[in-house]
């Protein structure tokens, strides 16, 4: 199949995704080209004339121009997006349904929205992940923790990283810009035991976070973050990649609570989830404790990845949807 790819125009960890749709199109023997959507109309322009799109996949949506979107409605080729940011900025996204013949996205409470807004071709499609760089591996001390945080500060992180602080004494790794401001109030408290890498880090570092933790946290977005542009008060369900990045990695993962986490894994047996600070506090006690329970949960949700959340089978399973 011919694909045109129009990338997100973000930088980042778009670029990890980026990379891996293209590299699985390209071992499952399609022919793609990947541009910037600044880039797209005068391909699309010449389509006719040299390389013939069948189907133009979007990743993201949020930095297309409104040009590049009326050049895709015209063009007559088959067109999907992948809205990865769902359902945070769908203020921005949900205007964009109208044209595009297939829309792709990563919660289920916005497959609903786009149902009820009239879209006939909607479908939940989480992001994968990549077991050759998400796998178990050894790591030095600077990577070891008893409970490790990946991702920037939300006020519901926040929260719970304090009621850590103030009920236990584990040693806390927290990953993600913007920390440095808490890190350095908690410090004035003698019995803080956390450690900062004050930055984004590439996902190959991610990685060694994962595997050098005995309980990765994984905290998702709150629905009404002041950062988000979700007039429509759309209530995330899903959840998010890190948990099969982590999970990839024979992570155990400890996780909010979330409605769709069932429709990927099996509740206690792969994953563990939590529903409020003095469960999660129970948890991580109960779990810190039962080394062997821990390990057997985090290899059933490796396996658990490696069977059906990669991103060979998000791609599988976009192009059979498109091409029905």
Not at 30 to 52: D, I, M, R, T
Not at 265 to 271: I, N, Y
Request: glycine content about 6%; hydrophobic content about 40%; proline content about 4%.
């Amino acid at each position: 199949m011919n694909i045109l790819f129009i990338t997100s125009g973000f930088q980042g960890v778009y670029s990890f995704f980026e990379q891996r749709i293209t590299e699985t199109l390209q071992k499952a023997g399609h022919h793609y080209k990947a541009l910037q959507p600044g880039s797209v109309l005068n391909e699309l322009k010449l389509k006719q004339h040299f390389w013939q799109p069948e189907l133009i996949l979007l990743m993201a949506g949020l930095k297309i121009p409104e040009p590049v979107l009326e050049g895709i409605r015209q063009s007559g080729v088959k067109s999907a997006v992948w809205m990865t940011e769902d359902p945070y900025y769908m203020d921005w996204t949900a205007p964009l349904i109208a044209y595009f013949d297939y829309i792709f996205t990563i919660d289920l409470a916005a497959v609903e929205h786009y149902r009820a807004l009239g879209h006939p071709r909607v479908s939940h499609l989480p992001l994968g992940t990549d077991p050759n760089l998400f796998h178990p591996e050894a790591v030095s001390e600077e990577y070891r923790s008893d409970i490790c945080l990946v991702g920037v500060p939300y006020s519901n992180r926040i929260e719970l990283i304090e009621a850590l602080l103030a009920g236990t004494a584990y040693q806390i790794q927290l990953v993600g810009r913007g920390w440095s401001r808490y890190y350095h109030e908690w410090k004035h408290n003698a019995k803080c035991n956390v450690e900062l890498a004050n930055a984004w880090v590439p996902p190959e570092t991610a990685a060694k976070f994962y595997n050098g933790a005995k309980i990765v946290l994984n905290i998702h977005r709150p629905s009404a973050e002041k950062y988000n542009r979700n007039r429509a008060g759309i209530i995330a369900t899903s959840i998010n990649n890190r948990t099969f990045d982590a999970a990839a990695c024979g992570a155990f993962l400890l996780t909010d609570y979330r409605s769709g986490l069932r429709e990927q894994f099996e509740e206690g047996q792969q994953v563990v989830s939590y529903q409020d600070k003095h469960d999660l506090l129970q948890k991580i006690h109960y779990y810190m404790a039962h080394d062997e329970e821990r390990r057997r949960i985090a290899e059933a949700a490796r396996q658990q990845v490696l069977a059906a959340h990669t991103f060979e089978h998000r791609i599988h399973d976009l192009l059979r949807n498109v091409q029905a």
